[in-house]
């Protein structure tokens, strides 16, 4: 029998989960709210936040799953890429939880988290498959051949999809996160109501930066003509901009399943909760006989069920940690 515990502290949110031979029984996420008024995440804060929060979390964590911390085999936690000090903060407890208690340590890479993230409930995707990775500060194409054994063939040359919708929301005057929000109206609007630029970037990369400043001119451009326009527009532009960045990373996608063969197609990463882009995901797979798949949402956004599983795969390879590890802000495959 192997339990592991779970620790996620890349960004803002603090998070515990209880995985036991492969079945996770806890995932508790303490989100921070100090950051809505900055319109952003600011690092330090993150920090302290964490410091607080991982004690409450954690001990949470292991009385939802009714276990006790002499069960715990191995701790699983996020090394990188992430804020180098909310990273600290989870580095340093799970090192200390892992020598009191006499167990492993496993470092998990917080991308490659994400993909497994996929492997936490049924439907799984077999290998094989190609993941699109989206959040604040990734966009990638991923073949995924094994569950370590991971290919980046496809990314961003500057901006992620999920910092496009950010900054969006940002020029829309929406409340931090404007993500969600972008989705949220959207529902309500015709994404055809205007024309965003579609970058001809080739290969299977990914550009956002020439999208933001081309969504930047547009409402500049609108509101010195009515001071009103996006209050009287919203739904419209919110659905406008989500269809193409949706239909940018669609368009990868198709060519990187035909470039590979393959018609098994996954997405992780906080995007990948954004309904516009699940929906047309699920009338591809219909269109092109993909089998796509999709995380529940509480394992989208950043979360320590995925750490845990992935800590899960790595214990049961004996693939642990010394207590000299250091996280690492960046992070590669």
């Not at 496809?154 to 969600?180: C, M, R, S, V, W």
């Not at 001119?217 to 009103?228: Q, S, T, V, W």
Request: hydrophobic fraction near 45%.
């Amino acid at each position: 029998m192997a339990i592991i515990l779970g620790i996620e502290s890349s960004c803002d949110e603090t998070s515990a989960s209880i995985c036991k031979d492969g079945e996770i029984l806890s995932n508790i996420i303490a989100n921070q709210t100090v950051h809505q008024k900055y319109g952003g995440v600011v690092p330090e804060l993150a920090s302290r936040a964490h410091q607080q929060n991982i004690i409450p979390v954690v001990q949470e964590a292991f009385a939802a799953a009714k276990i006790s911390k002499k069960d715990v085999s191995a701790v699983a936690f996020t090394r990188g890429p992430g804020l180098l000090g909310s990273l600290l903060v989870g580095t340093s407890f799970s090192k200390a939880f892992a020598l009191a208690n006499g167990i492993p340590l496993v470092e998990v890479n917080h991308m490659q988290a994400h993909i497994l993230a996929h492997f936490i409930k049924q439907p799984k995707p077999t290998f094989p498959f190609l993941c699109l990775t989206v959040s604040g500060g990734h966009t990638q194409i991923v073949l995924v051949k094994d569950y370590f054994d991971m290919e980046i063939v496809g990314q961003t040359t500057d901006d992620a999809a999920g910092e496009a919708f950010d900054k969006t929301a940002k020029i829309l005057n929406l409340p931090y996160p404007g993500g969600p929000l972008i989705d949220k109206y959207a529902r309500e609007g015709n994404p055809l109501a205007y024309s965003f630029p579609e970058p001809q970037i080739p290969g299977l990369d990914f550009s956002f930066s020439g999208l933001k400043t081309a969504i930047l001119y547009f409402i500049r451009d609108n509101k010195k003509l009515d001071e009103n326009f996006v209050e009287s527009n919203l739904a419209d532009i919110c659905a406008s901009v989500q269809h193409r960045i949706v239909t940018i990373l669609l368009a990868k996608v198709k060519r990187a399943s035909k470039q590979y063969n393959i018609k098994d197609i996954a997405i992780a990463g906080g995007v990948s909760a954004n309904s516009g882009l699940r929906n047309t995901l699920h009338q591809a797979a219909e269109q092109y006989g993909w089998n796509v798949f999709i995380p529940d949402f509480e394992y989208c956004t950043d979360n320590a069920a995925m750490i845990a599983i992935a800590g899960y795969y790595k214990y049961l390879a004996k693939d642990f940690a010394g207590q000299d590890i250091a996280p690492l802000a960046r992070m590669s495959f």
